[in-house]
């Protein structure tokens, strides 16, 4: 069973790198032409894949370039310093689990309250759809300022922002979820004369934990989003949005590379993570999966 799931994994990162690779020759192929016309020599396609494969500011660099910085910024610095990849890995991570925490909160708070209130349904739930439709790149500058007018700095804006990500689709989730018993399952709780309390806490809860994790799975990719862009506008000097700010205002294109690739890593971690624990919960409460 797990041979079947990894063979179509590694069939498609197989499929990934080679097309990476191809793409690695077409991008670069410029510069090394352009150096052989200056020296007045011709380019074998020999030649070209080997130099395209080795510049040192590629358009895009290749896999095995980008594999060598995450090594060099990872097993070959102290998880301490500001040039290792686990360091900036970890300050991301902090503003991201904050965010994802108060998001999660959020949205479930407002979810419940949309179920049980047709004044929130009518008037709430119309403004939360409408403030996914504004640029996080437009808010997150708007919400730096704001707290740094209050002399609030470093981790709380950030996880805001990712807050702001992620409470919509646990909201949306939720509203799902806490909706899904049947009409006759809630008229049998009526007979038995439970309340609101009861009913949300031993039925529309248990019943909505599918469509929870589901969310969570979405808002926690939503919430490291978040805490990347939420690092730009602040001068962040950690964190993988500022190795981003960094590789584009140098040049250093290993670097942008690299900090993507952690961060693709880091959200593969956590929703692994969160897809153990939903099989565990589930499991125990006794649901299919």
Known sequence: MIKGKLLPVLTIILAIVAIWYAMTVVLNAKWTYDQAARAGVEVSFSELVADTMGQERPVLPAPHQVAAEIWKTTAEQNVTSRRSLVYHGWVTLSATLLGFAIGTALGISIAIGIVYSRVMDGSVMPWVIASQTIPILAIAPMVVVMFNSMGVTGLLPKAVISAYLSFFPVTVGMVKGLRAPEGHLLDLMKTYNASGLSVLWKLRLPASMPYLFASLKIAMAASL?????????????????????????????????????????????????????????????????
Not at 244 to 262: D, E, K, M, R
Not at 276 to 281: A, C, G, N, P, V
């Open 225 to 289: 989003v978040g805490a990347i862009v939420g690092e730009m506008p602040t001068g962040a000097k950690a964190g993988f949005g500022a190795r981003l700010l960094v590789g584009s205002q140098f040049g250093q294109p290993l670097t942008i590379w690299s900090a993507l690739i952690g961060a693709a890593v880091l959200a593969g971690l956590l929703l692994v993570i969160i897809s153990i624990i939903q099989s565990l919960t589930l499991k125990r409460m006794g649901m299919a999966q």
